[in-house]
């Protein structure tokens, strides 16, 4: 894209990169923060994973080689940021990640960010049991509706593996929704 | 138990945002760049330092173990000159605590080692008092 191209050289260059950064905060911070929220679930939580993810954004933009697109690259600072997040307070806990993941989700209950049913509380419990990766897939392709190829760069799987790693997902999910 | 298909209906995740939270992010994120580009400095400075601690520690192990053989080697008797040892043998040791000292088999092997010089022990002989006395035996 070759808007790109241009809006990454008013990134790196200081007379321009203020307002650049403002413009990408703008446009992403609504999405990355659904991101985020679908992996921490809880709202504060989310809030402290974002600011770190775009704190780290802008530390790292000299090193963004645009080998890969800009929304890909940032949606992986996310994801990994939101990870390591679950698994370091998951490890302060003495718990595992998993064990962390169920709390939140009982947790959601009381959130007052949150408005879900008991379908969706269900859904959510339901995500919860699958593989790490089958949840990212699914969280991105079901929540946030992302193209099969979009999420590939992110995740760096093919979109054949990708395709069948979502329909696996989902049919475990169904399952586990008519079971329970 | 009836069929259940999560696209047929679809089921939103339920979570909400505070209000102005975007908005208000936006100006948080701004303030922390602003003063976090000063802040970056000194991360990278305290990381180099807490590297260059590690690097003197693995150094200042290295030398000290490679100090520990050469310190146990300058304490072994090898190392000690036979002139001095002989030196101290001849001041510090009479020779009868010498004696003492060598066993039988000791003395044997220094009889078998020892050549003599035949003219050196003539003379020795001549200015021995006792000569009469060996040459009776």
Redesign the interface.
């Known amino acids: 894209m070759e808007n790109e191209k241009v809006f990454i050289e008013a990134l790196l260059n200081p007379k321009t990169q203020q307002n650049a950064f403002r413009e990408l905060l703008h446009l992403y911070q609504k999405p990355l923060y659904f991101h985020i929220r679908n992996i921490v679930l809880n709202h504060d939580d989310t809030d402290d994973v974002l600011q770190n993810t775009f704190l780290k954004i802008y530390q790292n933009l000299s090193n963004f080689k645009g080998e890969s697109k800009l929304y890909s690259w940032m949606y992986r600072i996310a994801t990994n940021e939101a990870l390591n997040f679950i698994n370091q307070k998951a490890k302060k806990n003495g718990v595992t990640p998993e064990e962390w993941q169920n709390k939140a989700i009982n947790n959601l209950e009381s959130d007052s960010y949150y408005d879900g049913d008991e379908i969706q509380l269900k859904l959510q419990k339901a995500i919860a049991c699958l593989p790490e990766k089958q949840q990212l897939v699914f969280k991105m392709k079901y929540f946030q509706e992302m193209k099969y190829e979009e999420i590939s760069e992110i995740v760096g799987t093919s979109v054949g593996a990708l395709k069948a790693s979502y329909h696996l997902a989902v049919k475990k999910i169904e399952e586990y929704l008519k079971n329970d | 138990?009836?069929?259940?298909?999560?696209?047929n209906k679809?089921?939103?995740?339920?979570?909400?945002?505070?209000e102005n939270?975007?908005e208000s992010?936006?100006t948080?994120?701004?303030a922390?760049?602003?003063s976090?580009s000063t802040e970056?400095e000194s991360k990278v400075v305290s990381l180099f330092h807490r590297k260059q601690i590690w690097i003197s520690a693995i150094a200042a192990i290295f030398v000290a173990l490679l100090a520990i053989p050469v310190y146990f080697n300058s304490n072994t008797t090898e190392n000690i000159e036979s002139q001095t040892l002989e030196n101290y043998l001849t001041t510090e040791y009479s020779t009868y605590d010498l004696i003492d000292k060598l066993s039988n088999e000791d003395l044997q092997n220094l009889e078998t080692s020892i050549s003599l010089n035949e003219d050196a022990v003539e003379d020795y002989l001549l200015q021995d008092e006792n000569l009469d006395y060996y040459l009776n035996e």
């Open positions: 138990m009836k069929h259940f298909d999560l696209h679809k089921i939103p995740s339920g979570f909400k945002v505070p939270y975007f992010l936006e948080r994120m701004m922390k760049i602003e976090g970056k």
